[in-house]
């Protein structure tokens, strides 16, 4: 694996078991690197939200590998817990606790997992929720905030475990266009300033361009196509990448007839 690799996925698996067996994932293999932002794009139930909760073991891989740094964190032999303080996961519905205020809910996993003292996970807590645009909101509670605030505080709290690289899993989904095209900006932000290596599962087209380095299309379990953005949005190889980023033909309405 070359240096500037951060995340390299061999031939991953995900099969879940019932009544009826379903393949989420049936081999994905894609190399993530340090400092990028990536965007997974797919049509609804093609495998994305379970791809991006495979890359820390919320959900256990059926086969293949997931190395990080090196470290392939599938063995069973990995000590995950200690892998998963080195990632940050964001998700759509904000997770946040809401009988606790906002700098509680920032400063509970440095202080449980990290160690660190109250004193200086409260004032990297603040740091972070100035960096974020919420650094007046450190006493309030969730239900005080809007939808948009709620996950600049989740994203907020993520970092705060000084994370290598950023899960937000359709992080944007439940939020208005405006909001999330903010926060996605935020986002690259946080990647330009602090280098946090990001993956992000979005459905804001409009903006991917702007923010993200690589695209990942995922459709039917699988990786339909890869690369960078700006190749994959103005020559897509595949039809589902068609689908999803070209600008879909409308027939043009005769006036006189209506139609």
Do not use: W
């Amino acid at each position: 694996m070359t240096t500037d690799v951060l995340i390299q996925v061999q031939d991953l698996k995900k099969h879940f078991t019932g009544t009826s067996a379903i393949k989420a994932l049936d081999g994905v293999s894609v190399d993530i690197k340090k400092g990028e932002v990536v965007v997974v794009i797919g049509p609804s139930g093609s495998g994305k939200s379970t791809f991006l909760r495979c890359l820390n073991l919320l959900e256990v891989p059926t086969g293949g590998q997931i190395l990080f740094n090196g470290v392939d964190i599938t063995d069973k032999s990995c000590n995950i817990n200690l892998h998963r303080q080195k990632m940050g996961m964001v998700f759509q519905h904000f997770n946040l606790f809401p009988h606790m205020t906002i700098l509680r809910n920032m400063t509970l996993a440095p202080v449980k997992l990290l160690h660190k003292s109250q004193e200086e996970a409260d004032a990297q807590a603040l740091k972070l929720l100035q960096r974020v645009g919420l650094g007046d909101r450190g006493n309030a509670y969730p239900a005080q905030l809007s939808g948009g605030q709620k996950q600049r505080v989740a994203i907020a709290r993520a970092l705060a475990t000084n994370p290598r690289y950023l899960l937000c899993d359709e992080a944007t989904s439940a939020l208005d266009p405006n909001t999330t095209r903010s926060i996605l900006e935020l986002l690259r932000e946080i990647n330009k300033t602090l280098g946090v290596t990001i993956i992000v599962i979005t459905h804001e087209m409009k903006v991917i361009d702007q923010i993200c380095d690589r695209v990942a299309v995922i459709d039917k379990s699988c990786i339909a196509e890869e690369g960078r953005v700006a190749d994959v949005f103005t020559n897509p190889k595949s039809d589902i990448a068609r689908e999803l980023v070209l600008p879909q033909e409308r027939p043009v309405l005769d006036p006189t007839t209506g139609g």
